[in-house]
């Protein structure tokens, strides 16, 4: 069994770095057209992922090993739930303006911090449950808008069905966090990683009879450098929940709101809306409001390590 090293700011560095190179590959996809087949646009996002994943593992001399599992029924739980996470959040990620799908997103590390405390037993503080409760209000205030849109039919209808993707999407991705939190007690990083894009890119595959596009050079790249994003963003994911707990990585998906913001306005002409202004607040709030308990714990380890000892 491979044992679990803990230092949670390593955990909290990968998790950051993580959220950029996801953002840059959500870019891509959002580039690539809203026209695609979720399942065609799944398949590049999981195939081409492959190369990187094993040009790294290569690199390390652990791609023979990385092969090797113990536990292949929790390789195919977790690949079964990434995959239906990723077709949903794609279909939104394409029928939604940018920073909304990632402000919808957000309902993610709330999702994993509730199922971690669930389903995992971590300790789940105040200051945690406090962030927890901020953010649901800031997803429900995005969400409501699209959801109402249902009756106007047409495109924004299309927008109501991408909003109730995404956030079902957060659902299934609380679910697969969990799952890969379970597999890196006994399983390698390098494993994890691989059988999930294996497993994701036959499971994708099953949708090419339902009508995938011949897609033109330009767009068929973009979905190529998806897919390279999503395999490095893939391992630094998987590897930072090795370094720390679930629920204490969590908040910090809310990273990529003021870079999303940034992309958003430059790369789509998207102008953030007072709803969006309203999220970035709350997201705000949520990182003080943990920021100001990591410093209450670090003034604590401060104060014991300098009171005499009798």
Known sequence: MHSVLRNPMRGIALKVSSVVVFLAMQTFIKLAGSDIPPGQVTFCRSFFALFPIMAYLAYNRQLRAAFYTANPIGHLKRGTIGILSMAFGFYGLLHLPLPEAIALGYALPLVAVIFAAVFLGETVRIYRWSAVLVGIVGVAIVSWPKLTLFRDGGMEAEQAVGALCVLFSAVLGGMAMIQVRRLVEEEKTATIVLYFSITASV?????????????????????????????????????????ADVSTIAPFEYTSILLGGIVAYFVFGDVPSVTMLIVIVIAAGIFIIYREHQLGIEQREARKATTPQA
């Open 203 to 243: 499971f994708s595959l099953a949708s090419l009879p339902f009508g995938w596009l011949i897609l033109p050079w330009p767009t068929a790249l973009y979905l190529i450098a998806a897919g390279f994003c999503g395999g490095v963003a893939q391992i630094l994911l998987t590897e930072s929940y090795r370094h």
